[in-house]
């Protein structure tokens, strides 16, 4: 079954083209709500608006010709009648009845007259239909191409997140907290300050009479004293007030007072603000007073965290806060970056966390293009956002100013996550991210450059829908890799069997996963899923499986609002086998030749303390213009079906530097077979040897680091190399 905001949508669009000619100054594109056919009902929609004096008429078909309904209808006071071109009804006009409120009774008491004929098929009331949209009267709102993009701009027409028919949903609630960890925010601003937190613990009169805001004492116990206002790790005080106009500015994005006739509008017209500054005026701070930021507002239980701002690179301390925002399903919405960088290649730092209560944003324009700016990743960065030329609130002089980046993407989708919330208060981190990313809109920039390949549409994320996706069946093998297995499987419909599902998940397991706690203690499996919905098949590739590995698989489906469908049947899969022919590690040497600066480093894991590997620059940072090289002995195979597996780590400038896998048969000749740039976790790779090797059994592997003259790095890791052949 569908919920009543898909069976409106439906409606919405197959009349949009009529709406738009019939009402004046209509914007193209804009939903509209419509009514179900009327009937000879008590009021015939006369008590809904209408136009006065009057009614739409259909007359039973082969009873009346036109020239004679209007001649029956004239005993009724008619003044004209014109007939629709294909419904056979008429719009009639009485232009002596309904003139005014206090005789709208007399045009129902003709309608009554009319519809009691026996050649009468019904009467309506000639109702006044609007876009299905809510829109505010802040002063400022049509420079707000993000919420509402009518081409005004010079953009795209409907390049936005939907604002208005979502606000038609929910406005806000003052019951959600957002914090904003910035530069602070101006909460004296007219547009913040009605939506700005006050901290109920830290407000009233404490025992003695004395004003809880200023008497010293921590009220509430959670380790500020006085943060009625929320705190400013900057300054180490009470007072988060913006000494810079980033913070303001987002918060004006994601909680702008709405439709208070003042300045701008934000996602939310009511919500509460949370100031929590770590960045000082010149838009800098340390880790330490981020960790301590996040922490506060996860001592605060905000429901979300938006998060403009980045660079350090990876930290386990930050992560742990990370985490423990997770742990009380906080979510914690983060900028992309604006390097125009592969985050996937280049983690940018805080959004490239991999906690699942992490959002990523991209930056898009007035024509839903990807901003030039914007840091991207396919598998790192989950959703866009408009983020150029956004006009919000300053603290100077109360004012507003257009800013652009990835920083004023993420309040759009903080503001989202607000509202959505506001909208479902029951709902937990997981199930508002899932509606945000599922809802989104497909957007062709962003396709390959996000996990949605999506731009963020609000309406769709506040859509009412409590049907579940259909269980998935059909899961057959396909292909299998020695670090891959490929199934193919049916499409699951959105409601039910109803439709299709939006997108889909896929866990692994050593055991059958059967029931949803088996599913729960599974493990979300790297997997490439497409989908054809022409065939209705969809395919699931999942890769970087260990040599020789096995277990069972599963498959959810999930709609756009994030219900999920029952685990589907458990299927068991299995990686080509292989065996190991050759191999050389950091803790086994053998006739390995180092080059230039390359050598051994201890590198200690839990699994294995007294563990070394390769590194091209032990215990330092490459040098700048290296070129210097690792070569392994020459090995020699008999079976050329055969892969070279590498496991290794690398921190490189995103590039600019490069690590050179090679091959070479003869010991002068190198071929490249891969090549790596940027920053990754320790990962094992394959390569496929008998494209290379062609008639060749025996050969040489060399990993070479090349870099110029900016920046230097901590470097290429190497662990483990060695050639596995398929089973005979």
């Known amino acids: 079954m569908r919920s009543a905001s898909k069976l409106r949508k439906v409606s919405r669009i197959g009349l949009s083209a009529f709406c738009a000619a019939f009402t004046a100054g209509l914007v193209a594109g804009a939903s509209i709500a419509v009514a179900a056919p009327a009937k000879k009902s008590a009021h015939f929609n006369l008590d809904r608006e209408h136009v006065p004096g009057q009614l739409i008429v259909k007359f039973k078909r082969g009873t009346e010709s036109q020239k004679s309904a209007m001649g029956t209808l004239a005993q009724y006071g008619a003044f004209s009648a014109i007939p629709f071109s294909r419904t056979g009804a008429m719009k009639v006009t009485f232009p002596l009845i309904g003139a005014s409120k206090e005789s709208a009774t007399d045009l129902e008491a003709v309608a009554k007259q009319i519809a009691a004929r026996p050649d009468v098929a019904y009467v309506e009331a000639n109702t006044i239909i609007r876009m299905d949209a809510k829109f505010p009267n802040d002063p400022e709102f049509n420079q707000l191409y993000g919420m509402h993009n009518d081409g005004s701009t010079g953009g795209k027409a409907g390049a936005d997140i939907n604002a208005p028919e979502a606000w038609e949903v929910s406005?806000?609630?003052?019951?959600?907290?957002?914090?904003?960890?910035?530069?602070?925010?101006?909460?004296?601003?007219?547009?913040?300050?009605?939506?700005?937190?006050?901290?109920?613990?830290?407000?009233?009169?404490?025992?003695?009479?004395?004003?809880?805001?200023?008497?010293?004492?921590?009220?509430?116990?959670?380790?500020?004293?006085?943060?009625?206002?929320?705190?400013?790790?900057?300054?180490?005080?009470?007072?988060?007030?913006?000494?810079?106009?980033?913070?303001?500015?987002?918060?004006?994005?994601?909680?702008?007072?709405?439709?208070?006739?003042?300045?701008?509008?934000?996602?939310?017209?009511?919500?509460?603000?949370?100031?929590?500054?770590?960045?000082?005026?010149?838009?800098?701070?340390?880790?330490?007073?981020?960790?301590?930021?996040?922490?506060?507002?996860?001592?605060?239980?905000?429901?979300?965290?938006?998060?403009?701002?980045?660079?350090?690179?990876?930290?386990?301390?930050?992560?742990?806060?990370?985490?423990?925002?997770?742990?009380?399903?906080?979510?914690?919405?983060?900028?992309?970056?604006?390097?125009?960088?592969?985050?996937?290649?280049?983690?940018?730092?805080?959004?490239?966390?991999?906690?699942?209560?992490?959002?990523?944003?991209?930056?898009?324009?007035?024509?839903?293009?990807?901003?030039?700016?914007?840091?991207?990743?396919?598998?790192?960065?989950?959703?866009?956002?408009?983020?150029?030329?956004?006009?919000?609130?300053?603290?100077?002089?109360?004012?507003?100013?257009?800013?652009?980046?990835?920083?004023?993407?993420?309040?759009?989708?903080?503001?989202?996550?607000?509202?959505?919330?506001?909208?479902?208060?029951?709902?937990?981190?997981?199930?508002?991210?899932?509606?945000?990313?599922?809802?989104?809109?497909?957007?062709?920039?962003?396709?390959?450059?996000?996990?949605?390949?999506?731009?963020?549409?609000?309406?769709?994320?506040?859509?009412?829908?409590?049907?579940?996706?259909?269980?998935?069946?059909?899961?057959?093998?396909?292909?299998?890799?020695?670090?891959?297995?490929?199934?193919?499987?049916?499409?699951?419909?959105?409601?039910?069997?109803?439709?299709?599902?939006?997108?889909?998940?896929?866990?692994?397991?050593?055991?059958?996963?059967?029931?949803?706690?088996?599913?729960?203690?599974?493990?979300?499996?790297?997997?490439?899923?497409?989908?054809?919905?022409?065939?209705?098949e969809g395919t699931v590739q999942i890769n970087g499986l260990t040599l020789n590995s096995s277990g069972y698989l599963a498959i959810r489906a999930m709609d756009n609002v994030g219900n999920v469908s029952a685990v589907s049947a458990s299927v068991p899969y299995a990686v080509k086998q292989v065996q190991v022919v050759a191999r050389n590690t950091a803790s086994s040497l053998d006739d390995v030749t180092f080059d230039g600066t390359w050598g051994l480093e201890d590198a200690p894991t839990a699994d294995d303390p007294d563990n070394k590997v390769f590194s091209d620059s032990p215990g330092a940072d490459y040098r700048e213009n290296a070129n210097t090289s690792l070569t392994l002995p020459v090995w020699t195979i008999t079976n050329l079906d055969s892969s070279l597996v590498v496991r290794m780590r690398y921190n490189l400038e995103n590039r600019y530097d490069n690590g050179y896998i090679e091959i070479s048969t003869d010991g002068r000749d190198w071929s490249r077979i891969d090549s790596v740039t940027g920053m990754s976790e320790w990962t094992t790779k394959q390569y496929d040897l008998s494209s290379v090797l062609g008639d060749n059994k025996s050969f040489q592997v060399r990993f070479r680091l090349s870099s110029d003259s900016s920046i230097s790095r901590d470097g290429w890791f190497i662990d483990d190399v060695m050639v596995v052949s398929a089973v005979d």
């Not at 800098?284 to 239980?301: N, R």
């Open 171 to 536: 406005t806000g609630s003052k019951n959600v907290l957002v914090g904003v960890i910035d530069t602070g925010i101006d909460y004296t601003h007219p547009d913040i300050a009605p939506n700005y937190w006050t901290n109920p613990g830290e407000t009233g009169l404490d025992a003695e009479g004395r004003d809880k805001r200023t008497n010293g004492i921590d009220d509430d116990g959670n380790g500020f004293i006085d943060d009625f206002h929320g705190w400013d790790f900057v300054n180490n005080d009470n007072d988060p007030m913006d000494d810079n106009s980033h913070g303001t500015h987002c918060a004006g994005t994601i909680g702008g007072k709405g439709n208070d006739g003042v300045g701008v509008v934000g996602v939310n017209w009511d919500v509460s603000l949370v100031g929590i500054k770590f960045l000082s005026g010149g838009g800098s701070g340390t880790l330490e007073d981020a960790v301590k930021a996040i922490e506060y507002g996860t001592k605060l239980g905000v429901t979300l965290t938006s998060n403009s701002w980045g660079g350090g690179g990876f930290s386990e301390t930050m992560a742990a806060a990370i985490s423990e925002a997770e742990q009380k399903s906080i979510l914690f919405v983060a900028a992309a970056g604006n390097s125009s960088d592969d985050n996937d290649v280049d983690p940018h730092y805080p959004s490239s966390y991999q906690n699942d209560n992490v959002i990523a944003v991209a930056a898009t324009d007035h024509n839903d293009g990807m901003a030039y700016f914007s840091c991207f990743g396919a598998n790192s960065v989950d959703i866009g956002a408009p983020g150029v030329d956004i006009l919000s609130s300053i603290p100077d002089n109360h004012g507003y100013t257009k800013y652009s980046g990835t920083s004023m993407a993420t309040p759009h989708v903080a503001g989202a996550a607000a509202l959505v919330k506001a909208a479902f208060p029951d709902l937990g981190a997981s199930q508002i991210k899932a509606r945000l990313l599922n809802g989104a809109d497909q957007i062709d920039s962003l396709q390959g450059k996000t996990t949605t390949g999506g731009r963020l549409n609000l309406e769709n994320a506040l859509e009412v829908d409590s049907i579940a996706p259909g269980v998935v069946a059909g899961i057959r093998a396909k292909a299998t890799t020695r670090d891959s297995v490929t199934f193919s499987f049916n499409l699951s419909g959105d409601d039910g069997d109803n439709g299709l599902a939006k997108s889909y998940e896929v866990r692994v397991s050593q055991t059958p996963i059967v029931t949803p706690a088996d599913w729960a203690s599974a493990s979300k499996a790297a997997a490439r899923i497409t989908v054809d919905a022409g065939t209705r």
